[in-house]
């Protein structure tokens, strides 16, 4: 059964009859004649006719008697048919025989096989039917057989001779189709023929087993399994495979001989082809394929709705193949031709074109069509491979390993290691050309790993094609190809593939039918492996890896450890490990610092994986040792642990004592402080007391400094101002503001939540008290310069200060805080600040309403200590912060009164005035200034005078008003 399937697998498809230069026969004239409802071919001594047999075609005299027509087809494949008359010049000899065999002249039936002529005439004697036996010798006689109890059986509808049994006597079989309402076939052994009938006493007889089955409508004696007895195959066109396909398909029984009888039949069908009538017509075609068994076509001319179809079967030594070979279809391969009823006769296989093989007469009747189809010879074609040691002298010796280490080759003065590869192709089969070119197609490294290539025509190749010329039935070996292995190849364990495909060249096939072209039949295919030399023995190395991943950190503490260092070391305590790689992944993302040149990085979304190249192969007893350093200076906030995860992986197999995985995980930790500090300015004011000042309040802002500390980086930080602002429902305060003056980076932000609040809106700055000049130097000196850090904490230098200002000016400063007030509450976040030290300042802007804390507090004071107070914290989840505190205090002084100074200075230059009056008076008087004159000068002169007084008071108003800010300019 296996040599069966590999018949069918290599020839499934096709045969080797050829569908594309069929060659078309038809008579000139009559259509509806059934040219071609019988075939056969006719070998002469010199050349073949070709015998088509038209039952409807009418004669100029005659009244559709049929015709036979006989065939030529010339040098260029044209085909001339006449009409032969031998037929009728054989009735008009013998009249009496006209009756029993007018359907055998229509071309019905015949077998001819040395020295018997047999032809069927089914209508004989009441369509019991007949067979008519000639002796070839003697065409004057012949002895009709008959069998007198089975009318209406149309025997004779076939007819085949054949030499079943051991007593190697000719038998005649006789189909009957309509026998015993199944069909059947009666053989009997043929007799020499006298002119007599013969009657059938006691046939050999088959029949069908379904009703109406047309068991017999073809029959042909043929050995299909080469034992030298001719086995039976009988058509049952009829034969309904089942209900479902509505009839008609067709079958055919092969009965092989068993020497004394035949062997239960084997059944052929091809069950979907409803109407197909396969098995109408059966050809013995002799040895299609040349394998020593005989072959059979079975004709199926309804199969695709009447267009027809004919089926090749290759005969076994287990009987005919179960399975088609190659389906011949008017629909298909021929439908150019336009045929019906294609497969209603076939011919016994005859060569026609001396090519040795035998062709195929097809008739196609409901055309007026027979088609000739040719074959080609059929050659099998072996592919053998051998490896040898490349040697530039002489035939290197066969190897089975490659060492790498022998660099035997060169190519472009570069050496490689390198073998040849020897190719034989084995050219087999009958009647073949003497010289045949085939392709040969190389795959090297056929898994497509590259490891080596060809140097052909100065590329490098993997793929390639090469020509070779074969002969029939010697073994030729090729030229040998070098192949040369890649000096970087990986896997030096998986054996190496070389992979030889060859076909038969088919350049003179194109335009016309090529007779001596053989078809192969088989697909001629060779794959060979070479082992690489492993130093293990064979090629099962089992190493032994222990993969030790470290690192000198235990924890990261981020911001204070930049860097993680790692150490990998692999030891192989077995044997050769080959292509050792290692992979390290790195969860989350890190920058590589340092990275061995053997090693790549790549970086993904997540994570940074590296992978290196370790040894190729790392030997026994090794031991390789590589260093990374990774960047954390960029490491993110929210990073919890760095996962480390290392393999290391082989091609060579890991034996169970193997440490090939590891996993680290460090954890991530954070830590961060806060100082608050004041910033350097000027915290006192000047204001007037009430009744003496211009505006009810002093505008005044203080500055922070918020450094952070420690190692880690910080998102946010949250701080809460604390202003006095209202007491005994007067305002104390404005509605303060917070800027940020100040960022450690760009992206470094504030946003404050102000409370709704009654206060009244901070007045404009125009309108500010002017401060000192001093003050004003300091302020943009802060805004543009680096704040100077103070070297003390705020709150300690507060209370030293309250402390002095208490001790020295007790009971004369008001203290103005959230203990005397009510404070209102100014929320802000700030950050993100980055690892280390990093500040950002912040101003308070606010002013204080004189008005509103006279209003409250009536006692005697010469200032106001106004104190902020501020809490901030840390508030990333990950850091254990605690509540920071400071305080920023502002002193306001009230400028000394000065209208005592102011009164004394009027009264005294009124009193100087008067005095000088008088002195000039007196002397006018005394020098007679008070004459006509005089007195008109005089009193010109004392307007001038009373003048210049008012004047003068005027500004001594303005000088009292300079002077009380100490600067005596009187
Ligand atoms: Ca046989
Ligand atoms: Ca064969
Ligand atoms: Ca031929």
């Known amino acids: 059964h296996i040599f069966l399937l590999i018949i069918i697998f290599n020839l499934s498809n096709s045969s080797n009859i050829d569908t594309n230069f069929p060659i078309v026969l038809s008579h000139n004239g009559k259509e509806s004649s059934y040219f071609g409802a019988s075939v056969t071919i006719a070998q002469g001594l010199r050349k073949s006719d070709l015998i088509v047999g038209a039952p409807k075609y009418s004669g100029n005299d005659h009244e559709k008697t049929g015709a036979i027509f006989a065939c030529e087809i010339d040098q260029s494949n044209n085909a001339t048919c006449r009409e032969r008359s031998f037929i009728k010049d054989y009735q008009t000899k013998h009249d009496r025989a006209e009756y029993y065999y007018s359907d055998a002249v229509s071309g019905t039936s015949s077998a001819m096989k040395e020295p018997i002529i047999a032809i069927g005439a089914p209508g004989f004697s009441d369509w019991q039917g007949s067979v008519v036996v000639y002796h070839t010798a003697n065409l004057d006689t012949a002895s009709i057989m008959y069998d007198n109890h089975d009318y209406n059986s149309y025997m004779g509808y076939s007819v085949a001779i054949g030499q079943f049994f051991n007593d190697r006597v000719n038998y005649i079989a006789a189909g009957a189709p309509r026998s015993k309402e199944t069909g059947c076939v009666k053989a009997e052994i043929s007799l020499q023929p006298p002119n007599r009938l013969y009657k059938l006493n006691d046939p050999l007889k088959k029949c069908g087993d379904q009703f109406l089955e047309y068991f017999g409508a073809s029959v042909i004696a043929v050995d299909v399994n080469k034992d030298r007895l001719m ?30 009888s035949f062997d239960s039949p084997s059944i052929i069908s091809i069950e979907k082809n409803r109407g197909a009538r396969f098995g109408s017509a059966l050809a013995s075609l002799g040895d299609l394929n040349y394998d020593g068994f005989n072959d059979v076509a079975v004709g199926a001319p309804y199969e695709d709705d009447g267009q027809g179809a004919v089926y090749i079967y290759f005969g076994t030594r287990f009987g005919l193949s179960k399975n088609y070979v ?26 026609v074109d001396n090519n040795d093989y035998p062709d195929l007469l097809v008739g196609s009747y409901l055309s007026d069509k027979a088609i000739l189809l040719r074959s080609r010879p059929v050659a099998s074609l072996k592919v053998s491979i051998k490896f040898r040691e490349h040697n530039e002298n002489k035939v290197g010796d066969e190897i089975t390993q490659i060492n790498l280490k022998n660099q035997n080759c060169q190519l472009k003065s570069v050496d490689y290691s390198c073998f040849d590869v020897v190719y034989c192709l084995l050219f087999s089969g009958e009647f073949l050309p003497q010289n045949q070119k085939v392709i040969v197609s190389f795959e090297i490294d056929s898994k497509l790993k590259r490891r080596g290539f060809a140097e052909i025509e ?19 070996c090729m030229e040998p190809v070098t192949i040369y292995l890649n000096p970087k190849l990986e896997d030096k364990l998986t054996p190496m593939n070389i992979a030889l495909r060859a076909k038969l060249s088919e350049e003179d096939q194109k335009s016309q039918f090529c007779k001596k072209c053989p078809i192969l039949s088989n697909e001629p295919f060779a794959l060979r492996s070479l082992n690489f030399e492993t130093g293990c023995g064979d090629v099962h190395c089992i190493a032994e890896l222990q993969l030790d991943v ?79 350093m990774f960047d954390l200076s960029k490491l993110s906030s929210n990073v919890q642990n760095i996962t480390i995860d290392s393999s290391v992986t082989t091609l060579s197999n890991l034996s169970e004592k193997s440490n090939a995985n590891q996993r680290i995980i460090l954890d991530v930790k954070r830590f961060a402080s806060l100082l608050l500090l004041r910033g350097e300015k000027s915290h006192q004011e000047l204001y007037a007391g009430a009744g003496s000042r211009e505006k009810e309040y002093v505008r005044f802002s203080s500055l922070l400094q918020v450094v952070k500390e420690n190692y880690s980086s910080v998102d946010e930080v949250n701080i809460a101002f604390k202003i006095p602002s209202i007491a005994k429902n007067n305002f104390i305060s404005f509605q303060p503001r917070i800027n940020l003056e100040n960022k450690p980076s760009r992206n470094f932000l504030m946003k404050c939540d ?14 500010f008290v002017d401060p000192s000049k001093e003050s004003d130097v300091e302020k943009s000196k802060l ?50 600040f980055g690892i280390n030290h990093q500040t950002a300042l912040l101003e308070i802007e606010n002013a204080i309403n004189l ?27 990950s850091i254990n912060s605690d509540i920071y505190r400071a305080y920023l205090p502002t002193v306001f002084k009230r400028i000394p009164t000065p209208e005592a100074v102011s009164s004394w200075i009027i009264f005294a230059s009124s009193g100087i005035g008067l005095l000088l009056f008088i002195i000039i008076f ?38 009292n008003r300079e002077s009380s800010i100490g600067d005596d300019s009187s």
């Open 851 to 877: 008005t509103g804390v006279e209003n409250v507090f009536k006692t005697n004071y010469s200032g106001i200590l106004f104190t902020i107070e501020v809490e901030a914290k840390i508030t990333d989840k």
């Open 754 to 767: 102000y409370p709704k609040t009654k206060l009244p809106e901070l007045p404009k700055e125009e309108s």
């Open 231 to 260: 086995d039976l195959i009988v058509g049952s066109p009829l034969y309904s495979h089942s209900t479902k396909y509505r009839g008609d398909s067709g079958r055919i029984f092969v009965y092989l001989s068993l020497g004394r």
């Open 458 to 476: 100065n590329s490098e190749l993997y793929q390639f094609d090469l020509e070779a010329v074969v002969k029939p039935k010697i073994n030729r």
């Open 550 to 628: 470290r690192s000198s950190l235990l924890l990261v503490v981020q911001g204070l450890n930049t860097e993680l260092p790692l150490y990998v070391q692999i030891t192989n305590n077995g044997e050769n490990a080959y292509s050792t790689k290692l992979r390290l992944e790195i969860r989350p993302f890190v920058e590589v610092n340092q990275i061995s040149s053997h090693c790549e990085d790549t970086t993904e979304e997540f994570a940074v994986i590296i992978d290196c190249d370790i040894d190729n192969p790392l030997e026994t007893e090794q031991t390789k040792e590589i260093f990374f």
């Open 326 to 351: 190659q389906r011949i279809a008017a629909s298909d391969q021929l439908s150019s031709l336009q045929l019906r009823g294609f497969g209603q006769s076939l011919s016994t296989g005859h060569d």
């Open 922 to 959: 007196v002397l006018l008087l005394k020098f007679g200034f008070f004459q006509r004159k005089q007195r008109e000068e005089m009193q010109r002169l004392m307007r001038e005078n009373d003048k210049k007084r008012d004047f003068g008071a005027t500004n001594v108003n303005e000088t």
């Open 783 to 832: 805004r543009t310069e680096e704040p100077k850090v103070a070297k003390r904490d705020v709150s300690k230098q507060l209370k030293e200060e309250t402390k002095n200002a208490t001790a020295e000016n007790e009971e004369i400063l008001l203290k103005l805080n959230c203990e005397t007030t009510e404070c209102e509450t100014v929320v802000c976040q700030i950050g993100p």
